[in-house]
């Protein structure tokens, strides 16, 4: 069952990311630090921002957003399943490799849920490993996992060869693509709740600190805190630069970012990844949104009513408004409206009556299709006798006039008739007259 629904995910995830690309400028004429840059609204599915968002990059430990997938689809119990810490499964580890402490706990047992807030807050290399070894069986066995879910997800320049992301010259992605996997992740259950999470202290662990200083403003003294960030993940090589995944929500307007590759040095310590994320976010909610094309007030085309006393003209008005997500000020001069529609109908017409059709276009995006319909009702006054006469007028003067000629030509007829008789009648009379004197 767990699988499945994962393939109906997948399923309605792909349908959806297909109608995502938009060919609209959103305008956004900010510098940015990351190489690469996905911005995209949850909401309706628009991409209003990318650079180079299909060039390879070394992913880091944004990686650990697809060990979380792999792990939460081949575990049914999250909570109540255990993992035996092997000494053998995380040995290796740079001593500077982020971890989540396992070393000292070596032979124990630990849930995968606990395993999961080691591997999101504190990018827990060491936990990665100890998932891919219970999933997996081995690194190479969970890298199949990885690259067979990513090919799924419709990734095209994508390869994993490890769960958490250290160097490997055959481990990478982009930013589209760490985006469709960022999606997918966000719809799992438990995924956001674990990302979004500051603090947390599993039982016999150390407390764990969320690396997205966006998301805590007692971090780094709250420079890169942003209240609307929720999630996701951080990553970073000195090979793969600064990288960053996260979603915002403000107001009911859902972001997502992913940003890679941006430079860091730790003398000059600053984070472009977040500097970017926040400068991406504070533009999109402040220039973007829903914007209202055509309202169902707004008349696109007149239709002349017959059978109406002294003529109407009917307004045909949108059935329903014409909405597109497009900057604020966007240029009204570049909306292309083609209008398809009657040019006379007949009353009585009631409100909503469909008259036509009417499809808009801004710049390169379709924004649809719309019935026309009449805007109010209208009423026949003219009476059937009325709408008769005013149809068939010259029709009744012709046979009017055909009937008095007919009528006429009888009465002639009649008329000649009567004194051919009358005339045959005097003349008999008269041959009578002339045998009796003769």
């Not at 060039?55 to 399943?81: C, G, Q, W």
């Not at 942003?226 to 630069?241: F, H, N, R, S």
């Not at 009657?342 to 909503?352: F, L, Q, S, Y």
């Amino acid at each position: 069952m767990k699988r499945l629904a994962a393939i109906v995910i997948s399923a309605i995830f792909i349908c959806v990311s297909v109608f995502s690309v938009s060919a609209v400028n959103y305008g956004f004429d900010g510098s940015t630090a990351s190489r690469a840059i996905y911005l995209e609204n949850l909401n309706n599915g628009t991409v209003v921002f990318e650079k180079d968002a299909n060039e390879r990059h070394y992913p880091a430990s944004t990686t650990k957003i697809m060990t979380f997938i792999i792990t939460a689809e081949n575990v049914s119990d999250l909570d109540n399943t255990k993992v035996t810490v092997k000494q053998e499964a995380i040995e290796g580890l740079d001593p500077e490799s982020t971890v989540m402490g396992l070393s000292q706990h070596v032979g124990e047992q630990v849930s995968v849920k606990d395993l999961l807030y080691g591997l999101m807050l504190p990018s827990g290399n060491d936990a990665a490993l100890a998932l891919a070894d219970y999933v997996g069986g081995s690194i190479s066995g969970f890298a199949e996992k990885m690259n067979a879910k990513a090919a799924e997800l419709g990734c095209t320049n994508t390869h994993f060869t490890n769960p958490h992301g250290l160097y490997d010259t055959e481990h990478y992605t982009t930013a589209h693509d760490m985006a469709l996997i960022a999606k997918y992740a966000m719809k799992l259950p438990g995924f956001m709740d674990i990302c979004n999470t500051v603090y947390y202290t599993p039982a016999g662990f150390e407390e764990l600190h969320n690396t997205n200083y966006m998301l805590d403003q007692n971090a780094e003294g709250g420079m890169y805190y942003y209240p609307y960030v929720k999630g996701i993940k951080t990553g970073y090589l000195d090979e793969a630069g600064k990288c960053l995944v996260t979603s915002a929500d403000k107001d009911g307007s859902q972001y997502l970012c992913v940003c890679l590759g941006a430079d860091f040095s730790y003398d000059e310590n600053i984070n472009y990844a977040m500097k970017d994320t926040a400068a991406l976010y504070d533009w999109a909610f402040e220039n973007l949104g829903e914007q209202a094309v055509y309202s169902p007030a707004d008349s696109l085309s007149t239709v002349n009513v017959k059978y109406v006393r002294n003529g109407k003209s009917l307004a045909a008005v949108p059935e329903k408004a014409i909405t597109a997500f497009l900057p604020n000020n966007y240029d009204k001069n570049k909306l292309d409206v083609s209008v398809t529609c009657v040019n006379e109908t007949e009353a009585p017409v009631k409100k909503g009556d469909v008259l036509g059709t009417v499809s808009v276009k801004y710049e390169d995006l379709d924004l649809g299709v719309t019935n026309l319909v009449a805007a109010e009702d209208v009423e026949r006054d003219i009476s059937p006798f009325e709408v008769f006469v005013s149809e068939h007028g010259v029709l009744l003067i012709i046979a009017a006039a055909a009937l008095v000629i007919i009528i006429m030509l009888i009465i002639i007829l009649i008329a000649v008739h009567s004194s051919r008789k009358r005339r045959r009648e005097r003349e008999q009379r008269a041959g009578r007259g002339r045998r009796y004197r003769d």
